[in-house]
């Protein structure tokens, strides 16, 4: 049982690390885009996006900020798949 433990603890460790990779790798393409965008552009892609979420630059704001945790949740469970 002891063996069976630490491998799950294991697997679950490096899903967790490959989760914060992911979610640093997101940040680091999102302020590579907000920084490397004019300003104009950035606040009428974000409004473009908001729309088709059904409001307008703030819902944009959103969407952009909840990609890196939305990338680690989908980076943790593929990586716990994957060592399975």
């Known amino acids: 049982h002891f063996i ?6 294991n697997i679950k460790f490096r899903a967790m690390r490959a ?3 992911g979610c ?5 393409i999102i ?7 004019p300003t104009n552009e950035l606040i009428d892609f974000l409004t ?4 088709m979420a059904g409001g307008r630059t703030t819902i944009g704001v959103f969407i ?3 990609l890196p945790p939305f990338t680690g949740f ?11």
């Open 4 to 9: 069976q433990g630490n491998i799950m603890n």
């Open 19 to 21: 989760a914060g990779i």
């Open 24 to 28: 640093f790798v997101m940040l680091a």
């Open 31 to 37: 302020g590579f885009f907000v920084f490397t965008t």
């Open 48 to 51: 473009e996006i908001g729309q």
């Open 64 to 66: 952009l900020a909840s």
């Open 74 to 84: 989908i980076c943790y469970y593929f990586w716990k798949w994957v060592l399975k």
